[in-house]
Nanobody
Framework: QVQLVESGGGLVQAGGSLRLSCAAS????????MGWYRQAPGKQRELVAT???????NSADSVKGRFTISRDNPKNTVDLQMNSLKPEDTAVYYC??????????WGKGTLVTVSS
């Protein structure tokens, strides 16, 4: 079994910064993609940013230039540095890990609230 533990959420004023971290533990095989998704109240879950095993990244247009995703392969962690936060970034943020064998795991989520 694999466990994902997210941390770093909280309340921040608009324009502020937060750093989210996700650590995978348990029966870790080869990880392919790692990423962050978010779900705001009343909305569908959406992609925020992903990073492939080779290091290439992809991010939503709404966060480009403000959010940076990074991963540490030996530690099986993925971080999301969020700068210049806006009230519309308020959501529950979920970590997602996809293994090379196709298995997908999600974290339980961490709440980010940005006040105006």
């Amino acid at each position: 079994q694999v466990q994902l533990v997210e941390s770093g959420g909280g309340l921040v004023q608009a324009g502020g910064s937060l750093r989210l971290s996700c650590a995978a533990s348990g029966r870790i095989s080869r990880i392919n993609a790692m990423g962050w998704y978010r779900q705001a109240p009343g909305k569908q879950r959406e992609l925020v940013a992903t990073v492939a095993s080779g290091g290439s990244t992809n991010s939503a247009d709404s966060v480009k230039g403000r959010f940076t995703i990074s991963r540490d392969n030996p530690k099986n962690t993925v971080d999301l540095q969020m700068n210049s936060l806006k009230p519309e970034d308020t959501a529950v943020y979920y970590c997602k890990i996809t293994f090379l064998n196709g298995m997908v795991y999600w974290g339980k989520g961490t709440l980010v609230t940005v006040s105006s």
